[in-house]
């Protein structure tokens, strides 16, 4: 199969016409801009991106980042470097049940 990096430039055209026109109907089918629409090529890279720019965009008096400890990885490590960054950051644990403990804090 051939390389779509290495496609011809119609078929490269064609493929960003077809991702444009994705990009235009998630914004639509959840009321944003296909702006606001960013496809990424993972869930960790859909995390990372998502918690760095949320937390780094916003203005440092209402940043403030809580997240379980039962997390992907891709949330817990991005949560504790954002941390180093001056995030601050409450990582709740989980019961036995793997249900929120919200009595502890951190
Ligand atoms: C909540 C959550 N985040 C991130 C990932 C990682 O996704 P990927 O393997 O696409 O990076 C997973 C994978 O199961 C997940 O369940």
Not at 73 to 81: C, G, I, N, Q
């Amino acid at each position: 199969m051939e390389r779509a990096d290495r496609a011809p430039c119609a078929d490269r055209r064609a493929v960003a016409g077809e991702v444009d026109l994705a990009r235009e109907r998630v914004a639509d089918a959840i009321g944003a801009t296909p702006e606001e629409i960013v496809f990424v090529a993972s869930g960790s890279e859909a995390n990372n991106l998502a918690l760095k720019g949320l937390m780094l965009g916003a203005l440092p008096e209402r940043r403030r980042l809580i997240v379980s400890s039962v997390e992907h990885p891709s949330v817990l490590e991005t949560a504790r470097h954002l941390e180093t960054r001056g995030v601050p950051l409450t990582i709740v644990p989980v019961d036995a049940n793997g249900l929120l403990d919200l009595r502890v804090r951190r």
